[in-house]
C-alpha cells in the first residue's frame, strides 16, 4: 500500500507539473559539468603543485569551494542556449531529434570552453596566471599557429589524453540519463508551468553569473578570486580559465604601443622616483577615501569658483582644511570606488578599463603598502561593508595589506545601513579604536560607506543635517560629521601626534552646479594633508591627482629608496611639472601647464586653454611649443603604462 500511495503521489506531481523530467535532467546535466570543472582543477593544481604553495587537502579544499561561484559564472554563460533551449515549450523537447539537438550543442560550447583549463596546466608556469583574452592577443600577430599548436600537442601529448579521457566519461555520463518521448498536448497548464520554470530558472541563472542574488555593485570578476586566498597563486586555483577569458573578454585595452624612444620616456615621465627632501621618519598615516566626496560638495575647495549661491556641507572637513595643506585643482584617476583604491595606494590610474578588472592586477606591485612594510609599518585596510564589496579584499591581498577590516569584524549589525554597511559615524569610531591597538608606526585606509545612493542617514539623525539640493548633500553632511566625531575621539588617543592624515575622495558623484557639469571639471576631488603640528599647510591650486598622493606620503617621510611612481610628490618634485591624466569621453585627457592635450591614444586630437573647462575652443590648430611637449608627455605616459602593466614591471625595475 504505501509503494502504490508513493507511486501515486509521484504521479499526480507529475501530472500537475509535466516537464518534471525535463527539469531534472537539465539539473543533471549541468551539475555534471560542475563536477569535470572540479576535475579540471586537481589536475591544474596536480600539474602546477610546485608554483602554488597550499598547505593541506583542508586548504585545497576551501579553496574549490569558493571557486563554486566562479564555475557557476561560466558553466551558466557556457550553456546559456543550451538551458533556453532545453526549457522553451516547444512540444517537442523530449523528441528524439530535439534531444540530440540538445547533445550536440551542449558538448560542442562545453568542451570548447573546457578544453582551456587543459591549456592552462602548461601554460601557467609561463605566465604564472590564469590565462586571458590577453593571452589570446599575443597569437594575434603568430604566423606559426599550427606549427606552436603541432609543439603543444607532440610535447604535452598526456595533457590531450587527460583532455579526450575526462571528455569521453562525459559523454558517457551524459548519454546514461535518458529522457523517453513524451507526445505533450498544448494546453494551458503546459504553457503555464512552463513560463513559470522558465522565469525561475532565468532568474538562478542570472543571480549565478553574476556571482551572487545580494544587491552588489557589480559582477564577481578576477579579482574576487584573491579574497579567499593566503598567497596570491591560490587565487588561481579558486578561477577557471574559461572564467578568466569571458571576464577579460571586452577588459582589454591594454596593448602595448610604441610611440617614443624609451630615454625620452624617462626623462618625460621619470617613472622611478628617489625623494631627499625631508629626514627619514616614521609618523603613522592614516588615509580617508571618502565615498563620491566630490569637490563640488566642500567650500574650502570651492573659494575661487565663484558659483553663484554655493553652499557648503562640509563644515568640518572646511574648518580642518584651514590648518591643513589642500589641493583645489585636484581630480581623480578614475570613476568607480575600485578605481580609487588603486589610483591612491599604489599609484595606478584606470583608463579606458579598470586596471583591477584586466587581466594583469595579479602581479607584483610596489605600492603604499610594499613600501611602507619595508620601512616595518604596519598596514590595514577598513571598509564597513559585507567582507569583499567593491574588490577592495581581493584587491587589498594582491597589494599585501597585513589585516583587512569590514563588516565581518565590526561584528555589529545594529549599525548596520540595510543596504550598503555599517554606518560611517559607528564604524569611524571602530576605526579609532582598532588603531589604538596598533603597534607604531602603521598605515592604515579607510574607505567610507555613507555617503552612497540610496543617500540614506541614520533616522536619530533624521534633518539635523542641510538636504541640499540634489540627493546625496544630505548624506555628505553625515559622513563629514562623522570624520568630526573621529577627530573628537583620535585626539584622545597615543598615536594622534605622530599621524599625517590624508583625506580624498574616490570620485564625484550627483552635481548640483553647472560649474562641475563642464567636461574638464569632471572627476574632481578633493585632496587634504594634515598634521597635528600643522608642518604642511595652505592652499595649492596646482594640477593635482590621486596618483600623486603615493609619492607625496614617502616623501614626507623621508623615504630614501627609489620606487615606480606615474605620480609626483605635491611637496617636493621638481622633475616633472604638474599634471593631471585622466580618461573621459573616450579620450585620454593629460593636465598641465597651460593647457589640456586631449589624447585618442597615438595622437592629440585636440587642445584647450586650462580655463577652457567646457571644450568650446579647440585650439589644435594653433600648436605651439608647449602644446607639442604635452603631447608628448601623452605619448610617453601611455606607452610606459601600457609596457609596464602587461609586462608586469610595476615595481623599480626599470
Not at 522553451?88 to 523530449?94: A, E, M, Q, S
Request: proline share 4%; hydrophobic share 40%.
Amino acid at each position: 500500500m504505501r509503494l502504490k500511495y508513493v507511486v501515486l503521489h509521484k504521479n499526480k506531481f507529475m501530472h500537475k507539473f509535466p516537464r518534471y523530467k525535463e527539469y531534472k535532467a537539465l539539473f543533471y546535466r549541468i551539475l555534471l559539468a560542475y563536477f569535470f570543472y572540479m576535475i579540471a582543477r586537481i589536475l591544474f593544481y596536480s600539474y602546477n603543485s610546485g608554483l602554488i604553495k597550499i598547505d593541506g587537502i583542508w586548504e585545497f579544499i576551501s579553496l574549490s569551494f569558493h571557486g563554486l561561484a566562479f564555475d557557476t559564472t561560466t558553466i551558466l554563460y557556457t550553456n546559456a542556449l543550451f538551458i533556453v533551449f532545453s526549457i522553451i515549450p516547444v512540444l517537442k523537447n523530449t523528441n528524439k531529434g530535439y534531444q540530440k539537438f540538445l547533445f550536440y550543442l551542449y558538448f560542442a560550447t562545453n568542451l570548447l570552453m573546457y578544453a582551456t583549463n587543459f591549456i592552462d596546466f602548461i601554460y601557467y608556469r609561463y605566465t604564472f596566471s590564469r590565462s586571458t583574452r590577453a593571452s589570446l592577443d599575443t597569437l594575434e600577430n603568430e604566423s606559426n599557429k599550427g606549427l606552436l599548436l603541432w609543439n603543444f600537442l607532440t610535447n604535452y601529448w598526456h595533457v590531450f589524453l587527460l583532455f579526450f579521457v575526462a571528455s569521453y566519461i562525459w559523454i558517457k555520463l551524459y548519454k546514461s540519463y535518458k529522457i523517453h518521448t513524451v507526445h505533450e498536448k498544448s494546453s494551458a497548464k503546459y504553457y503555464g508551468t512552463s513560463i513559470v520554470g522558465f522565469l525561475l530558472i532565468a532568474v538562478l541563472c542570472i543571480g549565478g553569473i553574476r556571482g551572487d542574488f545580494k544587491k552588489s555593485t557589480r559582477p564577481i570578476n578576477i579579482l574576487d578570486a584573491s579574497r579567499y586566498v593566503k598567497n596570491s597563486g591560490q587565487a588561481d586555483v579558486v578561477l577557471n580559465t574559461p572564467f578568466a577569458i569571458i571576464r577579460t573578454w571586452n577588459t582589454n585595452s591594454f596593448k602595448k604601443v610604441h610611440l617614443l624612444p624609451k630615454e625620452e620616456v624617462d626623462a618625460l615621465l621619470h617613472p622611478i622616483k628617489q625623494y631627499s627632501n625631508n629626514p627619514s621618519t616614521k609618523p603613522n598615516i592614516v588615509i580617508f577615501i571618502l565615498e563620491s566626496f566630490g569637490r563640488e560638495y566642500s567650500g574650502a575647495f570651492n573659494k575661487g569658483t565663484k558659483i553663484p549661491n554655493f553652499t557648503s556641507y562640509t563644515p568640518f572637513v572646511d574648518s580642518l582644511a584651514n590648518h591643513s595643506l589642500i589641493f583645489t585643482n585636484a581630480y581623480a584617476n578614475g570613476w568607480k570606488s575600485i578605481h580609487g583604491m588603486s589610483s591612491v595606494i599604489s599609484g595606478i590610474p584606470s583608463f579606458k578599463d579598470a586596471f583591477t578588472s584586466s587581466p594583469y592586477p595579479k602581479q607584483k606591485i610596489e605600492s603604499l603598502v610594499s613600501t611602507l612594510q619595508s620601512e616595518g609599518y604596519d598596514t590595514s585596510f577598513f571598509h564597513g561593508a559585507p567582507n569583499g564589496s567593491m574588490g577592495f579584499l581581493g584587491f587589498g591581498n594582491i597589494l599585501g595589506y597585513n589585516h583587512y577590516y569590514g563588516k565581518t569584524e565590526y561584528n555589529n549589525d545594529e549599525d548596520f545601513d540595510g543596504v550598503w554597511g555599517i554606518w560611517d559615524e559607528p564604524f569611524f569610531q571602530f576605526f579609532s579604536k582598532t588603531l589604538t591597538t596598533k603597534k607604531q608606526p602603521f598605515m592604515a585606509t579607510l574607505f567610507s560607506v555613507s555617503s552612497h545612493e540610496p543617500y540614506k542617514v541614520p533616522e536619530k539623525y533624521k534633518n539635523k543635517f542641510p538636504k541640499g539640493t540634489v540627493n546625496i548633500h544630505e548624506s555628505i553632511g553625515y559622513t563629514d560629521y562623522a570624520l568630526k566625531q573621529f577627530f573628537a575621539t583620535a585626539k584622545k588617543q597615543p598615536w594622534y601626534n605622530n599621524t599625517i592624515f590624508v583625506f580624498v575622495a574616490d570620485h564625484c558623484n550627483t552635481i548640483a552646479y553647472d560649474e562641475y557639469k563642464k567636461e574638464f571639471n569632471k572627476h574632481t576631488v578633493p585632496i587634504l594633508f594634515y598634521t597635528p603640528n600643522e608642518k604642511y599647510k595652505g592652499v595649492n591650486t596646482d594640477w593635482a591627482q590621486q596618483i600623486d598622493i603615493y609619492p607625496t606620503l614617502l616623501d614626507m617621510i623621508g623615504y630614501k629608496k627609489p620606487f615606480r611612481s606615474w605620480g609626483r610628490s605635491l611637496i617636493g618634485d621638481d622633475t616633472v611639472a604638474p599634471f593631471v591624466v585622466k580618461y573621459s569621453a573616450n579620450v585620454y585627457q593629460f593636465m598641465s601647464g597651460n593647457y589640456i592635450c586631449t589624447f585618442d591614444g597615438t595622437k592629440a586630437v585636440g587642445f584647450y586653454d586650462k580655463n577652457d573647462k567646457a571644450m568650446e575652443h579647440n585650439l589644435i590648430n594653433h600648436r605651439n611649443t608647449e602644446m607639442n611637449v604635452l603631447e608628448k608627455r601623452c605619448k610617453a605616459f601611455v606607452q610606459d603604462y601600457m609596457e609596464r602593466i602587461i609586462d608586469k614591471r610595476l615595481t623599480t625595475i626599470k
